[in-house]
């Protein structure tokens, strides 16, 4: 069956997604991060990009970057077969690193380019990595709050206010906000039907009814809500429908 063909930004906005072939981790070490910033740096100045966003997980990467001289499958080519290569010489393996081609997805107004530049500096934290987004030492949030040097920080800081200061902490308190923004994912998930997901709630934490989670010790049910969301892959909506606990709590938890 022939791919479908890749959707065409007309802003030339695009969040991307590369993930390690078999899920592999394709950031060993700190250098291995600092490569592939450095990659993106060197083919920005070749290819003319903007970075707005990034953020480096253990087995896969999320861009967010507005195309220039290039289109984009240049541009990712080149990121990629540089970045692979050095990571096969280093690492004296050969082959593919990431899983079939990139994802991508296109970014059309203000609206849903903050949604995806949340989303993204999010992803440590929603991975249960940091317990704040300022914490995570490799995505794009300290060059919002710092010194930019590769990203592109003044179009999403003056979508806040013209005043870099008060607009730094408008964006810091944006992307701290609690959601259940669903952007380019990574994994392919079958959202489970409600009457499964009930099933599942009652048999996960020892309950009679899901609603029942909510009378559970703070403890034990924050450690149900986590298994929840990271070993049964339930959205934060979905539980808050089906248990009636806060979203809040079960972001937090």
């Known amino acids: 069956m022939a791919r479908q063909a890749r959707k065409k930004s007309t802003t ?4 991307i997604m590369m993930r390690g072939i078999n899920r592999q981790t394709i950031f060993e070490d700190q250098d291995d991060y600092t490569r592939f910033l450095q990659t993106l740096k060197q083919y920005k100045e070749i290819s003319g990009y903007q970075i707005y966003a990034y953020c480096l997980m253990g087995n896969h990467v999320h861009l967010l970057l507005k195309v220039g001289e ?31 081609r990139f994802k991508s997805e296109t970014i ?23 317990i704040s987004i300022k914490d995570y030492q490799w995505s794009s949030i300290s060059e919002y709050i710092n010194r930019s040097d590769l990203i592109d920080t003044n179009f999403a800081l003056k979508m806040f206010d013209a005043d ?15 959601n259940d923004d669903q952007c380019l994912e990574m994994q392919d998930k079958r959202l489970l039907p409600d009457p499964e997901a009930i099933d599942l709630i009652k048999n996960v934490c020892q309950v009679k009814n899901a609603l029942d989670l909510q009378k559970l010790d703070r403890a034990m049910r924050n450690e149900y809500l986590k298994q929840l969301k990271e070993e049964y892959h339930l959205s934060i909506r979905q539980i808050d429908r089906l248990t009636g606990v806060n979203r809040g709590v079960i972001f937090n938890a």
């Open 108 to 130: 059309e107004n203000d609206s849903y380019f903050l949604t995806v530049l949340r989303y993204i500096h999010q992803n440590p934290l929603k991975a249960g990595l940091v």
């Open 70 to 100: 290039e289109t984009l499958e240049q541009v990712m080519r080149r990121i990629c077969g540089s970045y692979v290569y050095w990571y096969n010489w280093k690492y004296q393996r050969i082959g593919n690193l990431f899983q079939d």
């Open 12 to 15: 030339g906005i695009y969040h």
């Open 164 to 178: 870099r200061e008060k607009a730094v902490q408008s964006f810091i308190q944006f992307c701290n906000t609690v």
